[in-house]
């Protein structure tokens, strides 16, 4: 395994971290690897993609035109 050495890290990021390791329940280096695999590693959401499925759940709901009229009324319905 690799060894990475951080230098000259600001003391609000090394205090945040030492407080996140805590919470976890973590050494400091054990949070700081956990914390690159998340950032490295997450898997990133594709704008194209979430709007491609949207798309296709708007295309199967029925056409609903509301204009802001309509959504006052809506909003006061049941209000005194």
Same mark, same amino acid.
């Given at each position: 395994? !690799?060894?990475?050495?951080?230098?000259?890290? /600001?003391?609000?990021?090394? /205090? +945040?971290?030492?407080?996140?390791?805590? =919470?976890?329940? $973590?050494?400091?280096?054990?949070?700081?690897?956990?914390?690159?695999?998340?950032?490295?590693?997450?898997? $990133?959401?594709?704008?194209?993609?979430?709007? !491609?499925?949207?798309?296709?759940?708007?295309? =199967?709901?029925?056409?609903?035109?509301?204009?802001?009229?309509?959504? $006052?009324? !809506? =909003?006061? /319905?049941? +209000?005194?």
């Amino acid at each position: 395994m !690799a060894t990475l050495t951080v230098r000259n890290i /600001q003391e609000k990021f090394y /205090q +945040r971290l030492r407080k996140s390791a805590a =919470k976890h329940r $973590r050494s400091i280096s054990e949070e700081a690897i956990a914390r690159l695999e998340v950032a490295l590693f997450s898997n $990133r959401v594709d704008p194209e993609d979430s709007l !491609a499925q949207v798309r296709r759940l708007r295309a =199967k709901m029925p056409r609903v035109f509301l204009n802001d009229r309509d959504l $006052r009324i !809506a =909003k006061k /319905q049941g +209000r005194p």
